[in-house]
Every structure is written in C-alpha cells, then in structure tokens.
C-alpha cells in the first residue's frame, strides 16, 4: 500500500477540522486515509498525536461551538481532579451549553444543558511537553462542575472532589464558592446533599484516600485531627509532615498508598517512623485495604491509641463503617 501524502505541516502538530484542512489542499480522498484519526464528526488529527483526555477536547474544540464548555467528568479530569474508578473514563467527552441553546450531539461528546444564572467558566491552559503544543480550553469552573457530579458520586468522594478543589498554595476554588454552588443548583441535583457535602469539605487533604479516611475517622465520633502538618521531635525541630496529627495526644497516622512500594521510599519511611518513636509520637500506618475492604479494625486500632493517650470520648462510637467504592 502506498504511502499517504503528508499533511500540510500547519496540521501536523494539532488536530484540525476538515474545512481547514480542505482549505490548506487537503483532498477528501486524504482526509479519509488511515493515518489520520476522525474521533469526531468533521474534525480530524495524525494518529500519532496524543490521545489523552486534553487532547480529545483539543480535538473537539475544533468543531465546538463558541460559548459552550467542557463539564461533568470531563472538565473533573482537565482540572485533574480525583475522579474515582467507579466512574466510566472511557466515555463520550462532555460538554455543556447554556439552557437556551440546543446541547450538543454526536459521535463521541454527551451533551448537557445549564442555566445561564449558573453558568461559571474559564480556561484551562495546557502545555503538551511531547509535542510542545500550547491550548486553551474552555472549562465549567471548579465548583459548577463538583455540583454536577453531585449525579454520580458517592457522598465521600463528593466530599473528596471539593477537597481537591481547596487544597493547595493556588487552590482551584475556596470553600464559599462551594456552598455557593450548592445553593444555586438546589432543585437541579440533589441539593441536600450538596449542602451537606459543602459543609464537610475541609482544607488540607492531599488526596482522595486521606479524604475518604478523614470522613471514617469522622463518622465514628474520632477527634478532629491536624492534616499534613510538621511533625516537631523533642527540641520543637521538624521531624517528618504527617498525613492526620493530634498534637495534644502524641498520635500520628500517615497514609500508605502504592508510592511508598519503592525501594527508597521503603527506606526512609522506616527511619522516619523510628524517629516518630524516638521522639514519644505513636505514629500508624494505613492503607488501601482500610479504607475499600473493611476501614473497622484500623478505626478500633486508632482509638485505642487515641484513648490510651488520654482522649476521653463524648459519644459512643460507631464501629459499622461502610467501605469505600475504588
């Protein structure tokens, strides 16, 4: 089979739409060659360009029409935002328009509507380091689309999605944008749950799984700790930053997930636990199946620490936690 002709190298590098490249000399034969990827209607790109989720919308934002966002899980995954397992990540892209306006439709994107007294929206800039492609894409704001998902997710992870959205030195959102939110789509999603969800987001949480094991410790009736502070030795000089610290009682927990598998990692997370001993902390480790197989035994096991410390519970504890959903 012969070769295909190149492309103009004004469409190398980025995804273009089929008037264009028909304008650049493109023939119709050509822009149904196999070398080139046609994931939406009108709209085609070399098949050796990227894939990922920018790039999908790179690719539709050829064809989209001006005043219309991306949104929903989509717009979750531009702002990398946690989006949980049990959420489908290899659907349609999404993309909303204001209620006055027909939503879009097609292979490949699931249209939405929203009402324009809702309607929040930036752009979010991506630099591809592969290619060295710069893009803007137009994107519901942060809070817009944790209401959205408010659809699809449980209440933990609703809780964990604003907690990425406030977390940070230049967080995505603030904590009265979120209550905002919550109020102005009651009667859209489920607005209690939102309301509740809004008043459960907290700063600090670095990841969806402290999030989800800060709300276990919650439900059953734990005292609130520090998240990701300093932890201080004997003289006041830092020592560690740990994941979830009560510095009143000398108790400690960090949470474990794949990362700390490496050799290195191995390594220093056992010399900085023997410091935390050293320096009278009671220092717990967590991990993945704490919080999707069955989060009692750890929650009963930092009790007893927090207990054996001094803490003396208000109310009787609820030990019938449910797991997480990966």
Known sequence: MRKPTPVPGSLENAPFSTRIGQSAGVSAKRLRAPDL????????????????????CYAYLQRMRAGNAFSHVTAARLYGLPVPSYVPSDGPIDVTSPSDVTPPYGRGVRGHRLARDRWRARDVVHFDTETGELFALPVLAPEVVWAQLSAVLDPMDLVALGDAIVVGETPLGDLAALRSAALA??????????????????????SRTESVLRQMMEAVHLPVPQLNIPVLDRAGLEIGVADFVWPEFRVLVEYEGDG??????????????????????????SQADDLFIDPDPFLGRLSRRLRSAGWQARRRESRQIAPARR
């Open 37 to 56: 990827r046609a994931d939406f209607h009108g709209v085609r790109a070399l098949s050796s360009l990227p894939t990922d989720t920018f790039w999908s």
């Open 260 to 285: 700390h598998r490496s050799r290195g990692k191995f390594r220093s997370d056992i010399v900085r636990f023997e410091t935390y001993a050293d320096n009278d902390w009671s220092a717990l480790r």
């Open 185 to 206: 789509f009651a009667g859209i999603h489920s607005s209690s749950a939102l309301i509740r969800a809004g008043a459960r987001v907290r700063i600090g949480a670095r």
